[in-house]
Structures are given as structure tokens and as C-alpha cells.
């Protein structure tokens, strides 16, 4: 297994999130936390990118509820002796509202200078007419087979302090400059024909090709159609403003 050498901020946080899970598992809250960093930090730090944004993946509560126990867990004699209440933000929460597709409760904050998403390990069951999914939790295997590319999929395990690869392409397509789905390409863009425009920027901005077979769904006239039915506008602007950047 790879692993990754830390900044001295992204280390602190690491010990932060680990105290905070050994507190919630000491205050009867099931077992303790299993905390992964997630997705475009793990390829990014892989690639000897420094990136301030990271994703940070609970595997059995909502971020939303993690954020709140590590305020709480920092307000104690235990957590003030290590840090302060200074180390934390405001939260800002991102409800769960069903019809956006928000099931389950989300936390932003910033914490040591870094800007954390914390986030459960989720899967995904999408609907034909729309690309907001439904969400549920998920096993790590689950939340690495929903994401856009093989190269997102990957995780940092703060306790093994490895990075994991649960597809078992991510590295191997890195290492090949590929972009490739997790899951089949058809449905992986069928069920968001977004991921169509996300897996060409990262191809752009990362100088990979694109993988034979999801270039070949790319052009499925169905898929097109998904593309033009299913995505805004507005999005799609998004879109080809990253890739411009």
C-alpha cells in the first residue's frame, strides 16, 4: 500500500480526528468513528499537489454529528489541553433535504487553515428521469464504486495511514495516466451524465486519456441525451468553466 507524507497542518489534523472519534466511541455513540480522507486529496497529495480542500469520510454517522462532537470534544479538559476552541470554525451544516438529493447531513468548517468537507460513507440509487440520486449509508467499497473516475476513488485510512484502493485501478490508472469509471461506463453516465464533462476536465487537466471503453459510451446517443435532458445549463457552465481554469 502507498503512503503519503503529511503537511504539519494536514498531521494535526489527522490527530485531531482521531482523538475526536476515540471520544465519540467513549460516549456511547456505537463504535468508534473509522475516518478516511477521501477523493481528489488522496490523487492530488499522490500527485505532489498540495490541495487545502480535503474530504474527510465517516464511516458510521453523519458529518454533520462529527463536526458537533469534535466542538464538543475540544470544550473538554482532555480536548483543551490539546487544542482550543480557536481550532474550529462555525460549522455550516448542510441539511438533509430528500428532494436535492441531500439525504444525510453534511458539515463544512476549516480547522488548522484547511477547509474540511465531513461526510458519511454513502451509496447511491439513481431514478432514470433525474441525476439526484437517492443516498443511504454505505460500506467504503460502496462509496469508492459511486465516484466519476477510478483516479477519485481513493482513500487515505488515517488509522493505517495508507491509501486504499477498493476499485483496484485507481493506482494502477494513475500510474498509466488513465481516466477510467469505477463501475461500467455506460451506467456510470447514464446514471449522471455529468461525470461525462467531470471525466473529460480531469482528462484535460491532468494530460490522461481517456479510457477506450467510457469513450466509446461518451458517444452513445443515449447518453447524449441524458446529458442534455438531465443537466442544466447552468451546470454544464460549471463545467467548462473548470476546465478553463
Not at 140 to 148: F, G, N, T
Request: aromatic residues 6%.
Amino acid at each position: 500500500m502507498s503512503r503519503l507524507q503529511l503537511s504539519k497542518e494536514e498531521a494535526r489534523l489527522r490527530d485531531l480526528l482521531l482523538d475526536t472519534a476515540d471520544y465519540a466511541g467513549s460516549r456511547g455513540c456505537g463504535e468508534t468513528p473509522h475516518l478516511r480522507f477521501a477523493g481528489g486529496w488522496v490523487r492530488d497529495k499522490l500527485l505532489g499537489i498540495n490541495s487545502p480542500d480535503i474530504d474527510i469520510a465517516v464511516n458510521n454517522m453523519t458529518g454533520l454529528k462529527f463536526a458537533h462532537m469534535m466542538k464538543d470534544f475540544v470544550s473538554e479538559p482532555n480536548g483543551r489541553r490539546k487544542y482550543d476552541m480557536e481550532t474550529l470554525s462555525r460549522i455550516s451544516e448542510i441539511p438533509a433535504r430528500p428532494e436535492q438529493s441531500k439525504h444525510l447531513e453534511t458539515a463544512t468548517l476549516k480547522v488548522f487553515g484547511l477547509a474540511i468537507d465531513l461526510v458519511n460513507l454513502r451509496k447511491e440509487t439513481y431514478s432514470e428521469d433525474s441525476r439526484n440520486p437517492q443516498m443511504e449509508f454505505g460500506t467504503p467499497e460502496e462509496d469508492a464504486l459511486r465516484r466519476d473516475a477510478t483516479i477519485n476513488s481513493l482513500f487515505y485510512n488515517l488509522i493505517t495511514e495508507e491509501v486504499e484502493d477498493l476499485t483496484g485501478m485507481g493506482l494502477l490508472d494513475m500510474q498509466h495516466k488513465i481516466i477510467r469509471t469505477p463501475l461500467t461506463p455506460f451506467q456510470t453516465f447514464k446514471d449522471d451524465p455529468l461525470r461525462v464533462l467531470r471525466c473529460i476536465r480531469f482528462a484535460s487537466r491532468l494530460g490522461y486519456s481517456i479510457d477506450a471503453d467510457a469513450e466509446s459510451a461518451m458517444r452513445d446517443p443515449s447518453i447524449q441525451e441524458s446529458l442534455r435532458l438531465k443537466i442544466t445549463r447552468e451546470r454544464v457552465g460549471v463545467e467548462v468553466e473548470k476546465m478553463l481554469k
